[in-house]
Nanobody, 124 residues
Framework: QVQLVESGGGLVQAGGSLRLSCAGS????????MGWFRQAPGKEREFVAG????????YYTDSVKGRFTISRDNTKNTVYLQMNSLKPEDTAVYYC?????????????????WGQGTQVTVSS
């Protein structure tokens, strides 16, 4: 069982930065693949970034490559999403998610545990 709590969202101007954190509970946190998803009003939840349990591999959707960085600290049971050069189209509720696997996938239904979400709003 894993519980996830996101933090770090807020309002920022275009071109600014935010760092999201996702704190997880449970002894087996380090064995879960972690993902960040986002959902804008009227749109489906979409994959943003993921990191494997071993921290050896990271994955990004094309629209955030070069701007966002996902990382994890298994000693702190925490996953981070550093977001730079933010754009108004990045505005959404951001969720972290966990799946008991070594593999990161981009399909939301493959993730077993979800946080409550944190709002990110980028003004133009």
């Amino acid at each position: 069982q894993v519980q996830l709590v996101e933090s770090g969202g807020g309002l920022v101007q275009a071109g600014g930065s935010l760092r999201l954190s996702c704190a997880g509970s449970g002894r087996t946190f380090s064995t879960y693949a972690m993902g960040w998803f986002r959902q804008a009003p009227g749109k489906e939840r979409e994959f943003v970034a993921g990191v494997s349990w071993s921290v050896s591999r990271t994955y990004y959707t094309d629209s955030v490559k070069g701007r966002f960085t996902i990382s994890r600290d298994n000693t702190k049971n925490t996953v981070y999403l550093q977001m730079n050069s933010l754009k108004p189209e990045d505005t959404a509720v951001y969720y972290c998610a966990a799946r008991p696997s070594i593999l990161v996938v981009a399909t939301a239904s493959e993730y077993e545990y979800w946080g409550q979400g944190t709002q990110v709003t980028v003004s133009s």
